[in-house]
Every structure is written in structure tokens, then in C-alpha cells.
């Protein structure tokens, strides 16, 4: 399938590996000019160069430094058409109340006001231009929070709900505003939080429907229908990838 986006400009953050890689490399397949984001420049570089995209070393937490980001990436690649925020999630803990004020300050920056800062840094181009699409990546703990993700769970529930509110006020400008939520999805990230691969994949034998981990590229098609130019009609959606494995409607 032609998503229509050949030659548009899209920005990825969080890119360097997992899923953000992912999602540039499929905007990418589709012809898109990318440019990748991420803390470790040597890092960002080499990723950018295994999908031919641009990198740019950003630290997602400096928010002063996300419109001059954006500038430099007009400036080599041209107005940004298409923007897909993406952020690893905060410290784990089974006990709610053992995060720090200063964990908690962290991961509201890094979870809901960088992706704002980022969409509004972006946004009002799209609509001068009639086209943009913002997508935003969660997790399907934004609907059933899980043990141990406090930090996440509660941040991205307040931006998924930001970007909603954003959606009903440009959709007549033609700029769409989507969430894509992951469920368990085979990356360092997953193994991570289950200890090993071997545990990961045991749990989706046992607890997923599809008896599986979902893949990079099976997550990154969905972002990439999004940020395409059939997906028109689609905003203010919070689309879930899970094999089936949530169990709310």
C-alpha cells in the first residue's frame, strides 16, 4: 500500500533503537525524509545511518532546547509534515510510594511535556499548511496500569489525555492527533521489565492471545498508517497493539 507520504518530512524521537527505530524505518520505506532523535549521539548517528535518515543528539528532557531542535531540522529537511513522539519509560518499583519528588519532576518532563512542547512546537505550521499528523506512543498500562509503573502510567494517562484535547482543536486544519499504545512488544525494554527474553516469551505463551511478543516492525506499520496520508480521517484515536492481550473494550 502507497501511504502518500513520499517526500514529506517526519521527526521521530527516542529513535535510536526499539521502537522509535522502528517507526523511522518504516516512514522511511515509505519514501518520507527522516530525521531521528536521541540522547547518545554516537548512537542516533548510527542508526540514522542504517535507514538513511538524519540524526540529531536531543535530550528529550530539555525543553528549551525542543524548538531549536526543530528549527535544525526544518532547516537540513524542510517543514516538518509528520511527528511521532516516543520516550523510554521511568525507573520501576513495586512500591508506589518509593519514587523521589525529584523522579516524579523527571518523569512529567520527560512523559507529557515533552511531547507537548514538541507538538506545540510543530503544530502550528501544520495547520498554516492544511497537513500534519502527530502520533504519540503510550502503553496499553495507560488503561490497565500495571504493578510497578506507577511513574509511567500515570504521566502518559495525562498526555494521552492533553493530546486529545489538542485533536478536536485542529482537525478542521487538517492535522490529526493520534496515541498508538504498545503492549508487550519485543524490545530491551520488555526484557527488562521480565527479568529475560526467556521469561518475556513465557508470558506471552501464557497471557497473550496471540501466544506471542509482537515485533518493532509489527508496531511501527500501525504509526506509520497513522502518519499517512489515507489515515485522514482518523484523529483523536488511541489505537492499541497488543495481540489481543488487553482485556477492556
Known sequence: MDLGIEG?????????????????SAL????????????????????????????????????????????????????????????????????????????????????VRSPLVFAQSVIESMRHRLWGRIVNVGSTTIREPAEGLILSNSNRSATLAALKTIATQVAKDGVTVNSVLPGRIATDRLYELY?????????????????????TDEFAAAVAFLSSAKASYITGSTIVVDGGMMRSV
Open 195 to 215: 527479568g529475560s527474553r526467556e521469561a518475556a516469551d513465557a508470558m506471552a505463551r501464557e497471557e497473550i492471545p496471540a501466544r506471542r511478543l509482537g515485533s
Open 28 to 111: 522511511a520505506a515509505e519514501g518520507a525524509k527522516v530525521a531521528i532523535t536521541s540522547r547518545d549521539e554516537g548512537r542516533i548517528q548510527a542508526a540514522a545511518k542504517s535507514i538513511e535518515a538524519t540524526g540529531f543528539a536531543h535530550d528529550s528532557s530539555n525543553l528549551e532546547g525542543i524548538p531549536v531542535l526543530v528549527h535544525e531540522v526544518e532547516h537540513f529537511l524542510g517543514p516538518i509534515d509528520i511527528l511521532v513522539t516516543n520516550t523510554g519509560g521511568p525507573p520501576l518499583d513495586a512500591n508506589a510510594f518509593a519514587f523521589s519528588e525529584e523522579q516524579w519532576q523527571e518523569a512529567y518532563v520527560d512523559l
Open 8 to 24: 514529506r518530512v517526519a521527526l521521530v524521537t527516542g529513535a535510536s533503537k526499539g521502537l522509535g527505530l522502528a517507526i523511522a
